[in-house]
């Protein structure tokens, strides 16, 4: 039997209507995000003309690469679309887990939070904290142990949420690890995964950023706290099979071990540097220094369990 193959961060959405740290965002086609100053921005490839990311496609692209289930995360650039998101899983059953978008800094987060929890009944929120695209660009200065973040994870632990944080980059302002460690030390129910590995630092700011990056990879040595493997591929302009991604999971694993590491890809953003089956088969075939048994951990079994996923196969 084929081992099922969950890719635990991916995004859909009808169209680019957000903010960062720039202002409003909007999809100026072609694959292209225009920016509230007038500068333009790669997002997605030129095949995606209106710049959206339609569940269509991304079945299509699943079906294609044999993918059998997709978490489905938000970011203030997209715009909050949770009811698009419960659509579309209701739409597909059995084929999204998708997570909620929250701002835990706007006027009425606390009925929002409750809202998402006890109305729509989402079990994953998504955290976006980078500078360029999220909470600290958004809000500087942002402390994860204030009373706006507090209620988050009250209601996390509570109720058995998980939430995906985008920290940014090491050096950033969303990068604060020990504080991330305090909260998944006071709020044992909660389940947290950092994305992208904790973000390991490209060629040109390795020897800065390395140890900073490798302090964060301790946080997965906490019970509740796990790792996303996303949009690791490509950097420094490597080609496949991505040598240096390789190389950093290979110390993630050396670090926490195979049950704290998690598959994605983070399309359709990561098909600006490689093609699908590329951004799955660097892990899936390649990886040699990971056993048979670990690669099954790490491609979907792992993702079972932070995720609450049914792991029944699908149609």
Known sequence: MKTLLIDAHMH???AVAGYNRNGFTKSAGGGFVKYAGGETVRLLPPSFRETASLPETLIDYMDWQGVDHAVVLQGPLYGEINDYLLEAAKRWPGRFTVAA????????????????????????????????????????????????????????????????????????????IEALKQVALKHPGLRMVVAHLGFPPAPPEREKYEPEWRRCLELGKVKNIWF????????????????????????????????????????????????????????????????????????????????????????
């Open 101 to 176: 978008m929250l701002d835990p800094y706007l006027t009425g987060a606390r009925q929002a939070l409750r809202h998402i929890v006890e109305d729509q009944r989402f079990k994953v929120l998504k955290l976006e904290c980078s500078e360029q695209f999220g909470l600290s660009g958004i809000h500087p200065g942002l402390d994860y142990r204030d009373g706006a973040f507090e209620r988050v994870w009250e209601a996390a632990d509570k109720n058995g949420l998980t939430v995906v944080i985008d920290t940014g980059l090491p050096g950033s302002d969303g990068y604060k």
């Open 12 to 14: 859909i959405f009808p």
């Open 228 to 315: 996303d493997i996303s949009s690791l591929v490509g950097l420094g302009g490597e080609e496949y099979p991505f040598p240096l991604a390789q190389e950093y999971i290979r110390i993630g694993y050396e670090t926490v071990g195979a049950d704290k590491l998690i598959f994605g890809t983070d399309f359709p953003g990561i098909l600006t540097k490689c093609t699908y089956e590329q951004a799955i088969l660097y892990v899936r075939n390649h990886c040699a220094f990971l056993p048979h048994s670990d690669k099954a951990k790490i491609l979907s079994e792992n993702a079972v369990k932070v995720y609450q996923i049914d792991s029944g196969r699908r149609p």
